[in-house]
């Protein structure tokens, strides 16, 4: 997959890599740790700029962004309580729990879409839950940018500075991916066991 995305970015330039980076956004097993540096060493032998290649990329990405929102506002709270009474036993997730999720997000959901825009994964995921709990458009719109920006300045910058030797980033990013997914990893079973505990103590009264 790397070779032909290097190929493509190489093909298409500007055009290319705002393509592929929205598509990364749909499709999160595309990597943008291999896009955005690659993109930034092609700012050293070919006539793309830094400046065009973070905003063909920050395009490509608030774009795949706004799909994944729209998929989201799709799957709005009413349909989750629809599909909790008909497998919330089996899931064992009650209305309750959806509602205080949704009122988490409406409450730290901006700083959330900001700060997972720079987390391998999440970044493109995030997008989904910020329409599902129906975050206002144009705050989504402007964290989402703002937090792509960095993230794809860095990676680009990073690229055209190393320059040939830029897959080095490449191994930097699988040891920050790594780091990440074990932190969500535990989170995750955190939270099972918090909620486990919780269905048991509720269930016992």
Not at 10 to 35: D, H, K
Not at 133 to 161: D, E, H, R, S, Y
């Amino acid at each position: 997959m790397q070779e032909w995305i290097m190929s493509f970015m190489e093909q298409y330039g500007y055009l290319g890599i705002f393509l592929i980076i929205a598509l990364e956004n749909l499709f999160p097993p595309i990597p943008s740790e291999v896009i955005l540096p690659f993109g930034g060493f092609m700012t050293t032998n070919t006539e793309l700029t830094v400046v065009g290649v973070i905003t063909a990329s920050t395009a490509g990405s608030v774009i795949g962004a706004m799909i994944l929102y729209g998929l989201g506002l799709l799957l709005d709270v009413e349909r989750l309580e629809k599909i909790i009474d008909r497998y919330g036993k089996i899931l064992r997730v009650k209305k309750a729990d959806i509602h205080k999720a949704d009122a988490w997000f409406d409450k730290y959901g901006i700083w959330t879409v900001f700060f997972c825009r720079m987390v391998p994964l999440l970044r493109s995921l995030i997008s989904i839950p910020a329409g599902m709990a129906n975050m206002p458009f144009l705050l989504f719109l402007v964290f989402t940018t703002l937090g792509t920006i960095i993230w794809n300045t860095l990676l680009v910058v990073a690229g055209a500075q190393l320059g040939e030797s830029w897959e080095d980033i490449i191994e930097l990013m699988d040891v920050y991916s790594f780091v990440i997914y074990i932190a969500l990893g535990i989170l995750a079973v955190l939270f099972i066991i918090w909620y486990v505990r919780k269905s048991k103590q509720h269930d016992a009264h």
